[in-house]
């Protein structure tokens, strides 16, 4: 399905919608499987594309976290993108294998040869091909990451410094570790937040005490015990992706020491309401680029059995002295996957004069642009030389 699209409809169907401030168009573009056989086999790639009503101040390219965690559409609520959509051009895509964009659903029917045509680097291609197709490859266009976003907006940068006027990158890094090293990266987080919120491990130790075999919880109407690993892995884990949610693993991990549940019950009820997981979302395309690029195998070499890990790790820590426009770095200060560290070490990677400004949002965690969207639009607005005042807002399409 494409952008509102229902049940049975073409995404690659054109359609067009009017907003306040600016017109947004939707369709795909045909690109080659593997790059290096452009008479080979296509595979769709879908876009969403804004163009504001006034004069557009520039053009924008969007690139989604994940891997394989697209938006239905590009987000047009908010200070950030509304004010970006109703000044620039704004182009934001499906990266291959997720969304509308060829989805994977499983690694088990994926033969070899398919498997490696999606990675970071034919996702960067791809976006190539895009500028061509929308743009005529004519003029520098802005880059925007966050998360795994960011490291297609690096690739793209020092693969074309020709096609780039500036990049904006948010809670990224350059290099692998916080995959391949996943376990140290989360227990530096757990000593933080033992820190941050004293008695915290105490109690998760008297939880897990009184829990031995798991927390009594009700999955589907039945009762159930849900397993500790289960639980820090993936509930609590979750969670922290943004500051509020932290506040609420805490509570949670105090309660269950005290002998309650219903804080965790609560959470169970709503679901993966933070990470916004939903039918677009590609897992078996996260396994392919997590396990080949970001060294998941390391952590996870069962899950790694069907991707394999034979393409050299995602690493341009030693490249970045090259990147030439100008570059915004923001943090999360409570970023648990991607805390300011890895922002740190491109900060440092970066000639100073490339380095426009690094800027720690100290109310944020991962999802800084949910909990800091007026902070966020301000310096990116300012960066991209819109006044800093209030932008303008829209209605949705």
């Known amino acids: 399905?494409?952008?509102?699209?229902?049940?049975?409809?073409?995404?690659?169907?054109?359609?067009?919608?009017?907003?306040?401030?600016?017109?947004?168009?939707?369709?795909?573009?045909?690109?080659?499987?593997?790059?290096?056989?452009?008479?080979?086999?296509?595979?769709?790639?879908?876009?969403?594309?804004?163009?504001?009503?006034?004069?557009?101040?520039g053009r924008i390219i969007v690139f989604h976290g994940g891997p394989g965690f697209p938006s239905s559409r590009h987000p047009e609520s908010g200070p950030l993108w509304a004010g970006l959509r109703?000044?620039?051009?704004?182009?934001?895509?499906h990266q291959r294998g997720a969304g509308y964009s060829a989805r994977l659903e499983s690694l088990t029917t994926l033969k070899r040869k398919r498997l490696g045509a999606f990675n970071l680097r034919s996702m960067v291609e791809d976006a190539r091909l895009l500028h061509d197709a929308i743009w005529g490859g004519e003029g520098r266009v802005i880059l925007f990451g966050k998360s795994a976003g960011g490291f297609l907006a690096l690739e793209f940068a020092l693969a074309w410094p020709e096609r780039t006027a500036r990049v904006v990158l948010a809670a990224t890094a350059a290099w692998h570790e916080y995959v391949s090293a996943?376990?140290?990266?989360?227990?530096?987080?757990?000593?933080?937040?033992?820190?941050?919120?004293?008695?915290?491990?105490?109690?998760?130790?008297r939880a897990k005490e009184r829990y031995v075999e798991g927390p009594p919880v009700q999955i589907d109407g039945e009762e159930a015990r849900l397993d500790w690993t289960e639980l820090e892995e993936t509930t609590l884990f979750d969670l922290t992706y943004t500051l509020r949610g932290q506040y609420e693993a805490v509570a949670i991990v105090r309660q269950l020491a005290d002998g309650g549940t219903s804080l965790l019950q609560e959470r169970l009820d709503r679901g993966a309401s933070v990470l916004r997981l939903d039918e677009l979302s590609s897992e078996a395309l996260f396994l392919v680029v997590a396990c080949r690029e970001l060294g998941w195998a390391k952590q996870q070499p069962a899950a790694c059995l069907l991707a394999g890990s034979k393409?050299?790790?995602?690493?341009?820590?030693?490249?970045?002295?090259?990147?030439?426009?100008?570059?915004?770095?923001?943090?999360?200060?409570?970023?648990?996957?991607?805390?300011?560290?890895?922002?740190?070490?491109?900060?440092?990677?970066?000639?100073?004069?490339?380095?426009?400004?690094?800027?720690?949002?100290?109310?944020?965690?991962?999802?800084?642009?949910?909990?800091?969207?007026?902070?966020?639009?301000?310096?990116?607005l300012g960066f991209l030389g819109l006044p800093l005042q209030q932008p303008p807002q829209a209605r949705a399409p």
Request: proline content about 8%.
């Open 1 to 57: 399905m494409g952008a509102g699209a229902s049940a049975g409809e073409d995404p690659c169907r054109p359609e067009t919608r009017e907003a306040e401030t600016w017109t947004e168009t939707t369709g795909c573009i045909r690109v080659p499987l593997h790059h290096d056989e452009p008479d080979g086999e296509t595979l769709p790639l879908y876009y969403v594309l804004s163009r504001p009503r006034r004069a557009s101040a």
């Open 86 to 93: 109703a000044s620039f051009e704004v182009l934001y895509f």
């Open 182 to 205: 996943r376990d140290r990266v989360k227990a530096r987080f757990m000593v933080e937040l033992g820190r941050r919120f004293p008695g915290f491990d105490e109690a998760m130790d």
């Open 311 to 380: 393409r050299e790790p995602f690493d341009l820590r030693s490249r970045l002295w090259e990147i030439e426009a100008p570059v915004l770095l923001l943090s999360g200060a409570y970023d648990p996957v991607l805390p300011p560290k890895y922002q740190e070490e491109i900060a440092a990677g970066l000639r100073p004069e490339v380095l426009a400004d690094y800027v720690r949002m100290e109310h944020s965690a991962h999802m800084l642009f949910w909990e800091q969207s007026r902070a966020s639009a301000r310096h990116i």
